[in-house]
């Protein structure tokens, strides 16, 4: 018994209009949900064309097939991901190939599937728990035939063979899925030891997901109750969400001190650092959940993890940049420095919307073309929504509305709109 | 006034700085500075207080919110109860309910959370680098106040009550941390709870963790002062801490078995009890098989156990090996005699609370067991000026006398025993149903043997 696959029409729409050259491949990627009974698909992006940095690169294989740069179909699925708020994520691959290479493209899929997966889970601050859906689906498209197979991989186990699967397309998959949003203040103080760049990417990443323990081990309250048990969570009643976490802001110290007697750490623990780190501030975190039947804890975790992400990846971008930079000048100068800052941006399927982070010399023209490349979408700028907020003293515009804000806050009319050719970031991982 | 109630409340609070120059001037008020901001935020709005095993949780800075309707700020105290989930979904032992009404307090759980979705400002996030080289401290603060109320009690006076507790608690600590820090060496700030006699009540006293009792004298002497306590006995040791009802003791032995009994209902006489906390400790215990030999062993592990939980040592109460050894040491008993199964006696017991616990004893001998009805005054005094567990050998068996009930006009008297030689299990309901801790008339004792008395003195110090 497979799994099943409802997909939006809009995705249908999408990948019959897909182009290739005759006897070439197209290589994409599948976004939604999945939940432990049915999946649902909402998104379907092919990979961007990537500019080449030297000389063409001469075909090496001997079929089109080996020309698929995996390298840079698993770096879109990773922007892509950075990209999904909470409760989505890159559910699979598609691959449209000439007819005459069907046979090999499944083999082609596993090796995409599962190398996508490894990228994507680096450096990521959580881990996957039992009751997660581990399957991820490959959909072959034939292009002269049209024909589409679709099967899935575990990728939780390297020998695991394709299943088959379904896969049916349905109006509307994800008008009526409910929306949860909160601002989560973030104040971390990292302690920095050692001087290369390599000792910041770790204690940054060790600081973090002691953070990140605390965020997964923190009450979530829904409309005021704690979300822990299966109580459905019913679409339109989601009023209030919160998080209430445990005092103690390091989870590393508690865990010490709750197995230990308490007399037994009777000192406290002193490194002598070379200096510190503080990522202090607010996020705003979203994340959508299925209506089909779902279960508070599960959109309690969906929210968890984005907050989780979000802080992340900000640090992570903002840590590349430094890189790329200041080159090996990181970890030696001083100051506060603001962090990329999320913006959405209505997806192609309506209902659910994308994000996107800014950094202080950008613009909504920047994100309109990073969300064009990623994710294959035209988006008028008035649509992205910038929830931007107080600094050293402005107003605050906010609004969490996918639809309107026309906010134009005080910060963006005197920045002047700096022409920099879109960031791709380049995914340097901790 | 008798309190229905403890709210007890608990959280690990991390104390986090970085110090420049840890042996500097400044470095003072950085710490200082790192408890001002734990000061505010346990005082600010997004402080919460859940109560344990329940749904109930409680903005206490906010004009009182809750997450249950019913719960508000001018509820009583008590109705938190019915929303409290029991661990054991009700007591198993029905017959247990002549137990109920001597368990004293109920105590209600909490524990502290913080709200981090109520952001107080809008700030955009950022990271801010330091490069210069620090010390950075970081050290649990163990966070854990308890307040005695009445069932009637506003539910806010008490969260009111708490987040006062909590500052105040708080500041406890940066006196403590401050007076103790060495450089960069801090020492975790522990509270301990002590139940003084009215109308101090129940208080909290915050001691430098690892800094032995014995350099702490000069602290309790200040408390003795201040809260008029007896300055001869100890009522601020940490084996003095209270003891909360709901909390298992972790080494399995009994407490107090005596108190589940009811005493006898003699004309005219008077109760005199053992003072404080013992362990009842009997035959087959620890993996010893002492069936039949160990029974003087045995009474004097249950005498070491209460001057070790009324706070006057630190020692761990001695094994049979430890204290045959003991007695070996004091040139009593020739090396051979550690690893044997002989017996031992009051006298025996006498030396080795000396030699180990530095504890003196009395010793009162009987010629016959019918003389022990004689002896009320002697005990009614030892009880009421020592309170301590009396050993008692004679024939071929020891026991412990933990207090007499006795009549000074008609002499008649009743002893209550707590017998060693029981190869059970913990088990309170046979315990006292079978009378093995228990009220024994005279002719419980061998009426032609002679007797001798162990009774242990206390040592005047606090």
């Known amino acids: ?430 | 006034t008798v309190c229905d109630f403890i709210f007890r409340l608990k959280g690990i609070l991390e104390f986090a700085c970085q110090l420049d120059n840890p042996n500097g001037v400044q470095s003072q008020s950085t710490i200082s500075k790192s408890f001002q901001d734990l000061r505010s935020k346990v005082t600010s709005k997004n402080i919460v207080f859940t109560v344990c095993n329940s749904p109930v949780l409680i903005w206490p800075n906010t004009g009182f919110q809750s997450s249950v309707e019913s719960l508000t700020e001018a509820s009583a105290c008590g109705d938190i109860l019915q929303w409290i989930e029991s661990d054991d979904g009700g007591s198993k032992k029905s017959s247990k309910k002549k137990d109920k009404k001597k368990s004293g307090p109920t105590v209600v759980n909490m524990k502290l959370l913080f709200e981090v979705t109520e952001p107080a400002g809008n700030t955009a996030p950022s990271l801010i680098r330091v490069s210069t080289q620090q010390h950075c401290v970081k050290m649990p603060l163990p966070l854990d106040c308890a307040l005695s109320v009445t069932t009637d009690e506003r539910l806010e006076t008490v969260c009111t009550g708490l987040v006062e507790a909590l500052n105040k608690q708080l500041a406890d600590m940066e006196e403590v941390v401050l007076q103790y820090r060495k450089g960069s060496s801090f020492l975790v700030p522990q509270p301990f709870h002590f139940q003084l006699p009215e109308p101090a009540g129940l208080i909290t006293v915050v001691y430098p963790a690892g800094v032995p009792d014995s350099q702490l004298q000069a602290v309790r002497e200040d408390l003795h002062r201040k809260f008029e306590l007896p300055c001869d006995r100890p009522y601020l040791r940490r084996a003095n801490a209270f003891h909360f009802p709901d909390a298992a003791y972790k080494d399995g032995y009994l407490r107090n078995p005596h108190i589940h009994l009811n005493p006898p209902n003699i004309e005219d006489a008077k109760l005199y009890l053992v003072q404080g906390v013992y362990s009842y400790h009997h035959y087959m215990q620890d993996h010893v098989d002492d069936n039949g030999w160990g029974c003087a062993y045995r009474s004097l592990q249950t005498i070491c156990s209460w001057f070790q939980q009324q706070g006057y040592v630190e020692t761990a109460v001695p094994t049979h090996t430890q204290i045959q050894q003991a007695l070996v040491d004091v040139g009593d008993k020739e090396p051979r005699f550690v690893g044997s199964r002989q017996w031992i006696g009051s006298i025996e017991v006498q030396a080795v609370l000396n030699q180990l616990l530095g504890v003196t004893s009395k010793i009162m001998f009987v010629s016959q067991g019918s003389e022990l009805a004689t002896k009320g005054r002697e005990l009614a005094n030892h009880f009421q000026t020592e309170g301590t567990p009396v050993m008692i050998g004679g024939g071929v068996l020891a026991h412990t006398i933990l207090g007499v009930v006795w009549s000074e006009n008609t002499g008649q008297i009743r002893f209550l025993i707590l017998d060693p030689h029981y190869t059970g299990g913990e088990d309170l309901q046979t315990i006292t149903d079978k009378g093995w801790c228990g009220w024994k008339g005279p002719e419980f004792w061998d009426q032609n043997a002679y007797y001798n008395l162990c009774l242990p003195q206390r040592p005047k110090s606090i």
């Open chain 1, 1 to 430: 018994m497979g799994r099943s696959y409802f997909v939006d029409e809009a995705v249908e729409e999408y990948l019959s209009g897909l182009q290739a050259a005759p006897g070439s491949c197209v290589t994409g990627l599948l976004a939604g949900q999945s939940s432990p009974q049915r999946d649902f698909v909402v998104l379907a992006v092919q990979t961007p064309h990537r500019e080449s940095e030297g000389q063409l690169k001469a075909p090496k294989g001997v079929s089109p097939l080996d020309d698929i740069d995996v390298e840079w179909v698993t770096e879109h699925a990773k922007q892509v991901s950075r990209m999904l708020p909470g409760g989505l994520c890159v559910l699979g691959l598609f691959l449209v190939t000439p007819p005459e290479l069907s046979k090999d493209a499944q083999n082609a899929l596993k090796r995409l599937i599962f190398a996508v997966e490894k990228y994507i889970i680096k450096g990521r601050l959580w881990e996957l728990s039992e009751e997660d859906v581990t399957d991820r689906v490959t959909l072959h498209i034939c292009s002269k035939t049209k024909k589409l197979l679709c099967k899935t991989f575990d990728v939780k186990d390297p020998k695991s063979s394709a299943k088959p699967a379904d896969w049916k397309y349905q109006t509307g998959i994800s008008s009526s899925w409910p929306m949860l949003t909160c601002s989560v203040e973030v104040d971390l103080q990292i302690p920095v030891t050692g001087s290369s760049s390599d000792n910041t990417d770790k204690c940054m990443k060790d600081g973090l997901r002691r953070w990140a323990k605390q965020i997964e081990a923190a009450y979530c309250l829904i409309n005021g109750r704690q979300a822990l048990d299966d109580s459905e969570l019913i679409s339109g009643q989601v009023k209030t969400l919160s998080f209430l976490c445990h005092v103690d802001s390091t989870f590393e110290l508690r865990h010490m001190f709750e197995q230990s007697e308490l007399g037994e750490r009777s000192s406290a623990l002193v490194q002598v650092c070379s200096g510190s780190m503080r990522v202090r501030g607010v996020v705003h975190c979203r994340a959508y959940i299925h209506n089909n039947k779902p279960k508070a804890r599960h959109a309690a975790q969906a929210i968890k993890r984005d907050i989780i992400n979000t802080v992340c990846s900000r640090v992570e971008m903002f840590l590349e940049d430094l890189c790329i930079n200041e080159g090996s000048q990181k970890g030696l100068c001083s100051g506060q420095q603001a962090l990329p800052r999320r913006v959405f941006a209505p997806m192609p399927i309506s209902g659910l919307s994308v994000c996107d982070y800014m950094f202080p010399d950008e613009s909504t023209a920047d994100v309109a073309e990073r969300l064009k490349e990623m994710l294959d979408c035209e988006t008028p700028e008035e649509d992205i929504d910038t929830i931007f907020s107080i600094i050293s003293g402005f107003e605050i515009t906010d609004s969490q509305d996918d639809d309107s804000s026309k906010h134009v806050s005080e910060i963006q009319a005197e920045n002047p709109k700096i022409q920099k050719p879109p960031k791709y970031y380049a995914g340097k991982l901790f």
